[in-house]
């Protein structure tokens, strides 16, 4: 089973996230974790819920009280109260704005010699030859492809349709 933290708040921190749930302009979730704080509190002042109890009231789950709690104890007040920072940064953008219009303008283009059209994978293929991208798989074009809404099965790629006057 895993251990079980005991919130014994200070009456400096008492009055602090007091005064934080009370003042009219606090974030959601620093609210509600300074609430969490302040019904967990088994010190002298404080009420001592369960974390059922406190979980049911704030509309979390027991979870997030138990990380609350291990949180508080282990780190502090002001990094219990704060959102826990990413540990893995974001990952950079592989295929911008300028690989889209590339690719639009391949697949708009004429097909290759033997071929009626494109195809997703004869699209990734020639991203790679031409050196557009590294690599790059034929469901990202796909994605791509469908993400500009241009459809490669149907007669006219992006070029202007031809239209057919209505006979007098």
């Known amino acids: 089973m895993a251990p079980r933290y005991r919130v014994t708040l200070t009456a400096q921190e008492r ?21 969490a704080l302040l019904l967990c509190d088994a010190g002298p002042h404080g009420p001592a819920w369960t974390v ?17 709690k291990k949180r508080f104890v ?4 002001d990094i219990a109260l704060e959102r826990k920072p990413r540990e893995k940064p974001p990952r950079e953008v592989t295929f911008d704005g300028a690989f889209e219009a590339k690719l639009i303008a391949l697949a708009c283009s004429d097909a290759p010699k033997g071929r009626l059209r494109w195809t997703v ?12 991208a590294p690599a790059v798989s034929h469901m990202t074009v796909q994605r791509t492809l469908k993400k500009m809404n241009l459809s490669l099965t149907s007669r006219s790629t992006g070029k202007s349709r031809r239209r057919v006057t209505q006979p007098l």
């Open 121 to 132: 994978r004869l699209l990734a293929d020639k991203v790679v030859e031409l050196n557009i």
């Open 74 to 77: 282990e780190e502090g007040l």
């Open 52 to 68: 059922g109890d406190t979980a049911t009231a704030l509309g979390v789950t027991n979870r997030t009280i138990e990380h609350l």
């Open 15 to 35: 009055d602090e996230l007091e005064t934080l749930t009370k003042r009219g302009k606090t974030k959601a979730r620093r609210f509600i974790r300074a609430r």
